[in-house]
């Protein structure tokens, strides 16, 4: 049985009900944009809020319907003509996948996503829900994805709604400009909610919400139809990969605002059992919420009790207030949506990314457009790989700078007066740090053009190379038969036990090619080489003057 840490009960309580206040209108707004209806929002801003707070690895994280998540709902509610049971099965397996990822600590991979292509994706994300509440704000039905949203647009612009415009304007107003004092008795989007409902109240022919369903939910088991399968496999794999990625960013938020440091296997497992719950008891899917974190956290919640009261408070309200919510026109709920997506947008990174670097900022724009014009894991692949490919060239290129020939004079003063007595015919080349991939292409390139014309020995020096992937052994494999295609001795010194293991592996360095321990021991050899190719060069010439004579 876990314990609950009752340390900070007070502080837990008022988080707790903070957060759940604040969570309530945005729960109701998600359910609407999912697709699936008000109640599914609630019912899994409960399932996730109370299930990953208790058994998650972020003690202050409040988790639920998340913008990116409903992205995904959107299109996947879109793609199966509105099929609920499908839609809770793919939550259902998404949570299972969380479960998965959670014991095979995927967590640890998901914070190696660069900042760039998390930025792209939360602006695009943003930028996403913004755009699907244009239409409702005009006071027309939001058609399904990006695109036909879009298309919608001219039609709608055509022909506008004015009373829902303002209604929607003024609820994001209240959201956006509502004063941090009244803030802390009432939250900007719950503001917006009651006072955009009660003015709606005195007009006409303004769309709402309508009936709502009261009480417990009713479960909702996994249905498996063959010709959708894998278009339900493939969503669920989505909305767990982003519920992930949201879930562990805002761990890292609550992290650098309480000092503490998560468990991302303990809140990936917490994260799924929520989702897995949601799932069947027809709620939407959810995630770590950045916002509810933050104000749990800011009124006093520290511990897993406040998110399992944020949860407990959402409940009391299903169960008690559902008729109330009949009334809450979708204007409304679309300008705290567009409120929504302006939070998500990355401003911060925005204003600054022109002072930075410029292939940083493409490649948060290429994922931004991806993101909203392809989709999400699209756009996070091909972001990934193109950050993974620059990291490479950039370190390639560090590696190569690192090869150079070690100048006339060494650091150890014995080494020195052997590299002298070499007279130049000695070659010292030095490789620093880890040698990869991505600098073996230029590797024997670059070793041919600083070779001098009259050098005998060459010696590769792996002192400071902590490690070797095969395709630098080749490149070294190259280097080796250069040196005895040209007759030159080739030498490796002071490789480490791992380097060596990859050079012997694949032969890199032939038959003829010695290895030594120390630099110092293959400088020795060095000048012995050279001392016997002189003594073999004079007894030839005294050779040839005897013939001659």
Same mark, same amino acid.
């Given at each position: 049985?876990?314990?609950?840490?009752?340390?900070?009960?007070?502080?837990? #309580?008022?988080?707790?009900?903070?957060?759940?206040?604040?969570?309530?209108?945005?729960?109701?707004?998600?359910?609407?944009?999912?697709?699936?209806?008000?109640?599914? =929002?609630?019912?899994?801003?409960?399932?996730?809020?109370?299930?990953?707070?208790?058994?998650?690895?972020?003690?202050?994280?409040?988790?639920?319907?998340?913008?990116?998540?409903? %992205?995904?709902?959107?299109?996947?509610?879109?793609?199966?003509?509105?099929?609920?049971?499908?839609?809770?099965?793919?939550?259902?397996?998404?949570?299972?996948?969380? #479960?998965?990822?959670?014991?095979?600590?995927?967590?640890?991979?998901?914070?190696?996503?660069?900042?760039?292509?998390?930025? =792209?994706?939360?602006?695009?994300?943003?930028?996403?829900?913004?755009?699907?509440?244009?239409?409702? /704000?005009?006071?027309?039905?939001?058609?399904?994805?990006?695109?036909?949203?879009?298309?919608?647009?001219?039609?709608?612009?055509?022909? #506008?709604?004015?009373?829902?415009?303002?209604?929607?304007?003024?609820?994001?107003?209240?959201?956006?400009?509502?004063?941090?004092?009244?803030?802390?008795?009432?939250? =900007?989007?719950?503001?917006?909610?009651?006072?955009?409902? $009660?003015?709606?109240?005195?007009?006409?022919?303004?769309?709402?919400?309508?009936?709502?369903?009261?009480? /417990?939910?009713? $479960?909702?088991?996994?249905?498996?139809?063959?010709?959708?399968?894998?278009?339900? /496999?493939?969503?669920?794999?989505?909305?767990?990969?982003?519920?992930?990625?949201?879930?562990?960013?805002?761990?890292? *938020?609550?992290?650098?605002?309480?000092?503490?440091?998560?468990?991302?296997?303990?809140?990936?497992?917490?994260?799924?059992?929520?989702?897995? %719950?949601?799932?069947?008891?027809?709620?939407?899917?959810?995630?770590?919420?950045?916002?509810?974190?933050?104000?749990?956290?800011?009124?006093?919640?520290?511990?897993?009790?406040?998110?399992?009261?944020?949860?407990?408070?959402?409940?009391?309200?299903?169960?008690?207030?559902?008729?109330?919510?009949?009334?809450?026109?979708?204007?409304? $709920?679309?300008?705290?949506?567009?409120?929504?997506?302006? !939070?998500?947008?990355?401003?911060?990174?925005?204003?600054?990314?022109?002072?930075?670097?410029?292939?940083?900022?493409?490649?948060?724009? $290429?994922?931004?457009?991806?993101?909203?014009?392809?989709?999400?894991?699209? +756009?996070?692949?091909?972001?990934?790989?193109?950050?993974?490919?620059?990291?490479?060239?950039? %370190?390639?290129?560090?590696?190569?700078?690192?090869?150079?020939?070690?100048?006339?004079?060494?650091?150890?003063?014995?080494?020195?007066?052997?590299?002298?007595?070499?007279?130049?015919?000695?070659?010292?080349?030095?490789?620093?740090?880890?040698?990869?991939?991505?600098?073996?292409?230029?590797?024997?390139?670059?070793?041919?053009?600083?070779?001098?014309?009259?050098?005998?020995?060459? #010696?590769?020096?792996?002192?400071? *190379?902590?490690?070797?992937?095969?395709?630098?052994?080749?490149?070294?494999?190259?280097?080796?038969?250069?040196?005895? +295609?040209?007759?030159?001795?080739?030498?490796?010194?002071?490789?480490?036990?791992?380097?060596?293991? %990859?050079?012997?592996?694949?032969?890199?360095?032939?038959?003829?090619?010695?290895?030594?321990?120390?630099?110092?021991?293959?400088?020795?050899?060095?000048?012995?080489?050279?001392?016997?190719?002189?003594? !073999?060069?004079?007894?030839?010439?005294?050779?040839?003057? +005897?013939?001659?004579?």
């Amino acid at each position: 049985m876990m314990k609950l840490d009752l340390s900070n009960l007070r502080g837990d #309580i008022t988080g707790g009900v903070t957060a759940g206040v604040v969570a309530l209108p945005l729960a109701l707004a998600l359910g609407v944009a999912s697709g699936l209806g008000p109640m599914a =929002g609630l019912y899994g801003a409960i399932a996730v809020g109370f299930f990953a707070a208790l058994f998650g690895g972020t003690p202050s994280q409040i988790s639920g319907p998340t913008g990116p998540m409903v %992205v995904v709902l959107a299109g996947l509610f879109a793609s199966l003509s509105g099929d609920a049971s499908l839609i809770f099965t793919a939550v259902m397996l998404a949570g299972l996948f969380q #479960i998965l990822f959670g014991f095979l600590g995927i967590g640890q991979y998901i914070r190696l996503v660069p900042y760039p292509v998390i930025s =792209g994706f939360m602006t695009g994300i943003g930028a996403i829900i913004i755009i699907l509440q244009l239409s409702p /704000l005009l006071g027309h039905d939001s058609p399904s994805g990006t695109i036909g949203a879009l298309s919608y647009l001219p039609t709608a612009l055509s022909n #506008i709604d004015y009373a829902t415009l303002g209604l929607g304007i003024g609820s994001l107003i209240i959201a956006l400009k509502w004063p941090p004092a009244l803030g802390k008795y009432i939250p =900007g989007p719950l503001a917006a909610l009651i006072i955009g409902t $009660l003015v709606a109240l005195t007009m006409s022919n303004i769309p709402v919400l309508g009936d709502i369903p009261t009480g /417990l939910p009713s $479960l909702h088991m996994p249905v498996f139809e063959q010709s959708m399968f894998w278009l339900v /496999l493939e969503a669920a794999f989505i909305l767990a990969l982003l519920g992930a990625i949201d879930s562990l960013l805002t761990s890292l *938020v609550a992290d650098n605002m309480t000092r503490t440091r998560h468990d991302s296997k303990k809140e990936l497992i917490g994260q799924g059992i929520g989702n897995t %719950v949601a799932g069947l008891i027809g709620g939407i899917a959810g995630a770590g919420a950045t916002m509810r974190t933050v104000v749990n956290i800011r009124s006093g919640g520290k511990q897993r009790l406040s998110g399992m009261i944020h949860a407990l408070v959402l409940l009391a309200v299903v169960l008690g207030l559902s008729p109330l919510a009949a009334n809450i026109p979708h204007a409304v $709920l679309a300008g705290i949506l567009v409120k929504v997506g302006l !939070d998500i947008i990355d401003w911060s990174y925005i204003k600054r990314a022109h002072q930075g670097p410029r292939w940083d900022f493409a490649l948060m724009v $290429l994922v931004l457009g991806l993101t909203v014009f392809v989709d999400l894991i699209t +756009a996070v692949g091909v972001g990934v790989v193109l950050a993974a490919l620059a990291y490479v060239r950039q %370190v390639a290129h560090l590696q190569i700078e690192e090869l150079k020939k070690i100048p006339e004079t060494l650091n150890d003063p014995e080494e020195n007066a052997l590299l002298a007595k070499a007279k130049g015919k000695v070659n010292i080349f030095s490789f620093g740090g880890p040698l990869s991939f991505g600098a073996a292409a230029d590797l024997g390139h670059h070793v041919r053009e600083k070779v001098k014309p009259g050098s005998q020995v060459l #010696i590769l020096d792996f002192a400071r *190379v902590p490690a070797m992937d095969v395709s630098a052994a080749m490149a070294v494999e190259n280097v080796t038969a250069d040196a005895i +295609a040209a007759g030159r001795t080739l030498f490796i010194c002071a490789a480490s036990k791992e380097v060596q293991q %990859v050079l012997d592996g694949i032969n890199a360095h032939q038959s003829g090619v010695q290895v030594f321990e120390t630099r110092h021991q293959a400088l020795h050899k060095a000048l012995e080489v050279i001392d016997s190719k002189k003594s !073999d060069k004079a007894s030839a010439v005294s050779g040839e003057m +005897a013939q001659a004579s």
